[in-house]
């Protein structure tokens, strides 16, 4: 059994959304409700988030971005509310996937997965978007290399394409960004000629899903097409952006996957169906979205298992 780390703090309910907005505190609590009742919460290795420095965040984002934050409260944009507490909620987040890292670093864990929120994947250099403050795996990703991790790859399966992440790599031969996402559908990028920039060219990979399709089309492409990008990249560490709107239950998108799909997306990526496995690669995991609960907590737990499995 791998050795997995589960990265959650109460602070993280502290980021307050108005009365029916869909990304609320009740996510986590019921993720945790769910984990706790099963067998998997005792075989975690329960990890508490520390706050990020300023250094780490401006990392991916601008400085006037950060200042301006700390003091903001309110709509940030039509879908992004900033409460009282958000800006420290966000500093953990971040933080909860710099913990991470360090851990498997030290081979404290070999894999780990950060129940937080805000979530990160929409939030550009210099702004808050779609539900996201901070880009918490970007932010992880400029951490790893930091600690020595030379090559990240990036995989996110969330149902909407992760804009923030793939414009601060774009031009970046050093990170890999991988998405599966609804197109068209928010935020609106994602094509799949969109493939990085400059040095950056080849080391974005978009593959757009229309409305309505479900687990054929994901397991094409996470079992016959990632495998073979992450072989060729030669990653140190591979973050996920772990996305569970595209569950066929999700209220906000019309990705049809089932649990047995999302099982064939994790396999896919720990590299466990094919013969490129890298047993020692270390995987750290961020909730991004998720909206129907019951179908939330499943996912994650579905997730555990997979990243607990030899
Ligand atoms: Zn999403």
Same mark, same amino acid.
């Given at each position: 059994m791998k050795k997995v780390g589960f990265v959650y703090d109460y602070i993280f309910l502290k980021h307050e959304m108005p009365a029916g907005h869909p990304e609320s505190s009740q996510r986590l609590v019921h993720i945790v409700d769910t984990l706790r009742n099963s067998d998997v919460w005792d075989k975690l290795i329960h990890l508490k988030p520390r706050r990020a420095g300023e250094e780490d965040i401006v990392a991916v984002h601008t400085k006037s971005y950060f200042d301006m934050v700390k003091e903001f409260t309110g709509y940030f %944009?039509? #879908?992004?509310? *900033?409460?009282?507490? /958000?800006?420290?909620?966000?500093?953990?987040?971040?933080?909860?996937? *710099?913990?991470? *890292? %360090?851990k498997c670093k030290r081979g404290e864990v070999e894999r780990a997965f950060c129940a937080v929120r805000p979530p990160g994947h929409h939030a550009e250099a210099d702004r808050a978007m779609g539900f996201c403050i901070f880009n918490?795996?970007?932010?992880?990703?400029?951490y790893a290399q930091k600690l020595g991790y030379r090559k990240v790859f990036i995989v996110d399966f969330d149902v909407h394409h992760g804009n923030g992440t793939q414009h601060m790599f774009?031009?970046? %031969?050093?990170?890999?960004?991988?998405?599966?996402?609804?197109?068209?559908?928010?935020?609106?990028?994602?094509? #799949?000629?969109?493939?990085?920039?400059?040095?950056?060219?080849?080391?974005?990979?978009?593959?757009?899903?229309?409305?309505?399709?479900? #687990?054929? %089309?994901?397991i094409y492409a996470y079992r016959d097409i990632l495998p073979g990008l992450i072989k060729n990249f030669r990653p140190d560490i591979v973050l996920v952006s772990a996305g569970y709107d595209i569950h066929v239950h999700d209220p906000l998108s019309? *990705?049809?996957?089932?649990?047995?799909? =999302?099982?064939?997306?994790?396999?896919?990526? =720990? =590299?466990? /169906?094919?013969?490129?496995?890298?047993?020692? =690669?270390?995987?750290?995991?961020a909730l991004e979205g998720g909206y129907d609960l019951h179908a939330l907590g499943e996912s994650v737990l579905c997730t555990l298992n997979e990243l607990m499995a030899d």
């Open positions: %944009d039509p #879908d992004t509310y *900033i409460s009282g507490n /958000s800006f420290e909620a966000a500093m953990y987040a971040a933080g909860a996937v *710099i913990e991470a *890292i %360090d918490n795996v970007a932010v992880g990703a400029r774009e031009e970046d %031969d050093t990170v890999f960004y991988f998405s599966t996402h609804q197109y068209p559908h928010y935020p609106g990028t994602g094509k #799949d000629t969109e493939r990085g920039k400059g040095k950056g060219e080849g080391s974005t990979y978009n593959i757009p899903m229309s409305n309505g399709v479900g #687990d054929k %089309d994901y019309g *990705i049809r996957v089932t649990g047995e799909g =999302l099982k064939n997306i994790l396999r896919g990526i =720990l =590299l466990r /169906s094919t013969t490129t496995y890298m047993p020692y =690669l270390p995987y750290v995991f």
